[in-house]
T-cell receptor, first 114, second 115 residues
Framework: AQTVTQSQPEMSVQEAETVTLSCTYD???????LFWYKQPPSRQMILVIRQEAYKQQNATENRFSVNFQKAAKSFSLKISDSQLGDAAMYFCAYNNFGNEKLTFGTGTRLTIIP | NAGVMQNPRHLVRRRGQEARLRCSPMKGHSHVYWYRQLPEEGLKFMVYLQKENIIDESGMPKERFSAEFPKEGPSILRIQQVVRGDSAAYFC?????????????FGDGTRLSIL
């Protein structure tokens, strides 16, 4: 069974600084997808960024980028120029190619310090 | 273009009652997923449905829980004879198809409280 581990229950960063959230996963599959979701206090689940495992290039979405290390099974999220609106729980998630259920980590609570 | 709509937003039930949670997928989406989130935890997959079919229910408890996605109308997650341990946030997601090019879009969730 696939597992996703987020080892940082809480992180904080000064506004305008950069922060990196860690995620590791365990799988025996070769084709899969990885995601970062954001859950603000409103409890919506918002897709931040996604990565296909067969792509070597790291995904980037504006201030959000990932460092995908397939051999190490690591998928960290970097948030540049942190803003107050970035404060939320961040969940790393995985799914197999052809198997649509998402497996989530336990989340990292990110606090932005003004 | 409306997103995934879940209702009610909050639902309170007494032990032994039934809870019905509704989910209307995004327009054009025919794949629906239900997840449960216990306090301070990540989301756990429950069931994956396409119109009129259950594709994967490996995360669904064997008793008291059922889900459907009829040809017409919303998807329903039904919990019979609720117990305190059913208190959680239940999220529905929908997608237009399979794969990362068709990511799952989530609703705002239904918070179920059992008295």
């Amino acid at each position: 069974a696939q597992t996703v581990t987020q080892s940082q229950p809480e992180m904080s960063v000064q506004e305008a600084e950069t922060v990196t959230l860690s995620c590791t996963y365990d799988t025996s599959e070769s084709d899969y997808y990885l995601f970062w979701y954001k859950q603000p206090p409103s409890r919506q689940m918002i897709l931040v960024i996604r990565q296909e495992a067969y792509k070597q290039q790291n995904a980037t979405e504006n201030r959000f980028s990932v460092n995908f290390q397939k051999a190490a099974k690591s998928f960290s999220l970097k948030i540049s120029d942190s803003q107050l609106g970035d404060a939320a729980m961040y969940f790393c998630a995985y799914n197999n190619f052809g198997n649509e259920k998402l497996t989530f980590g336990t989340g990292t609570r990110l606090t932005i310090i003004p | 273009n409306a997103g995934v709509m879940q209702n009610p937003r909050h639902l309170v039930r007494r032990r032994g009652q039934e809870a019905r949670l509704r989910c209307s997928p995004m327009k054009g989406h025919s794949h629906v997923y239900w997840y449960r989130q216990l306090p301070e935890e990540g989301l756990k997959f429950m069931v994956y449905l396409q119109k009129e079919n259950i594709i994967d229910e490996s995360g669904m408890p064997k008793e008291r829980f059922s889900a459907e996605f009829p040809k017409e109308g919303p998807s329903i997650l039904r919990i019979q004879q609720v117990v305190r341990g059913d208190s959680a946030a239940y999220f529905c997601a929908s997608s237009a198809g399979q794969g990362a090019n068709q990511p799952q879009h989530f609703g705002d969730g239904t918070r179920l409280s059992i008295l």
